[in-house]
């Protein structure tokens, strides 16, 4: 069992409140530790008392009619006590809150992993528009790979009905919706995370022929967050915040937008920090750092905020400096020639924001 010291040792945590709050609770028990054995009789002093004060549960009597003889004189200390104790029970509970909170913020501001590589160019995938998605095979290939042409062994062009195989896999490309349904669903069913996401998105929509749902969009959203795709949690953020499907609620879509913020979904990252910048005194310490984090994965949208808050005196100029490097850095990660070959063949591949 443990003892009241180590209690405050325990559960005090350094707090000198607490712990002064601790030693008062103690100081008005009738007896000391090894009193506390003996049990006397709070009334007649006699031992082996074992009728213990109902509301207080400090001090004990050999009997009720000991106790109801001694009510009068102990009352105002009983009182005392409970107020005492339900001060120390909050302050402990606040502790422990604080410490939660703390360590949610540790988890929440980590810079999550960047994007993996192309499987083909083993150069970083760009964010949003500059990948692919294979519904063959499951890979996320860049649009660089998709647009580059392709060479035999002996470096001849490959005839372009080769061309619209997969880069990855060979498998000739989709020629129909019902081809890329059908083969959407194949991957879904191997618990492929985003094509899950995909078929959310399309019933979301209501793409493909498929019928407008938001209840079954948030199913497969759901199921692809579980399975570790962060845009699914985003778009479950988007719902609770919008209110599609669901009732509106800001609370649950701050968790979602959690989530996906920490699975690396910049998108997330960006409507966190918004909504710090919302809300009615502004923490913009708390959107700034959100704002950096999303700008490192890539969020060209979140270094126009850096920008605001510098002008605006919530950020600094190194604030902003780093933002502009940090986004710097992200270009030279992603960017490949034949990346800006792509772009110059078609906008749709384009792969980069436009930055500030």
Request: charged residues 30%; aromatic residues 8%; contains cysteine.
């Amino acid at each position: 069992m443990s003892t009241p010291d180590k209690i405050c040792t325990d559960s005090c945590k350094g707090s000198d409140d607490a712990c002064n709050v601790n030693d008062m609770l103690q100081n008005m028990s009738m007896t000391d530790k090894d009193m506390d054995n003996v049990s006397i009789c709070a009334n007649c002093g006699k031992e082996d008392a074992n009728n213990t004060c109902n509301k207080c549960k400090t001090v004990k009597y050999c009997n009720a009619a000991c106790k109801k003889k001694h009510r009068h004189k102990h009352k105002k200390e009983c009182e005392e006590h409970k107020r005492l104790a339900a001060e120390h029970a909050t302050k402990l509970r606040n502790e422990e809150l604080r410490l939660a909170a703390e360590k949610h913020d540790e988890e929440l501001f980590k810079q999550p992993p960047p994007e993996e590589d192309c499987p083909i160019c083993f150069i970083r995938l760009p964010l949003g528009t500059g990948m692919t998605y294979m519904s063959c095979c499951g890979k996320r290939i860049c649009n660089g790979c998709i647009h580059a042409p392709v060479y035999d062994n002996q470096g001849n062009l490959v005839d372009i009905n080769k061309q619209n195989e997969c880069p990855f896999c060979r498998d000739v490309a989709p020629k129909s919706d019902a081809e890329i349904i059908k083969r959407t669903k194949k991957r879904a069913e191997k618990d492929d995370p985003f094509a899950i996401y995909k078929l959310g998105v399309w019933y979301d929509n209501g793409l493909y022929g498929y019928p407008q749902d938001c209840t079954k969009a948030l199913e497969h959203y759901h199921r692809a967050g579980e399975l570790g795709d962060a845009r699914a949690y985003n778009s479950i953020g988007y719902s609770y915040e919008h209110g599609e499907g669901v009732g509106a609620d800001m609370k649950k879509a701050k968790h979602y937008y959690e989530q996906a913020a920490m699975g690396g979904d910049s998108m997330a990252r960006q409507s966190l920090g918004n909504s710090e910048v919302r809300v009615s005194v502004g923490n913009m310490d708390r959107a700034l750092r959100h704002y950096m984090i999303a700008v490192k994965s890539g969020e060209s949208d979140s270094l126009e905020n850096v920008k605001r808050l510098y002008s605006a005196g919530y950020a600094t100029k190194e604030d902003y400096m780093k933002a502009l490097q940090a986004y710097q850095e992200y270009l030279g990660e992603i960017k490949s020639v034949q990346r800006d070959k792509a772009v110059a063949a078609h906008d749709k591949f384009k792969y980069y924001g436009s930055g500030v």
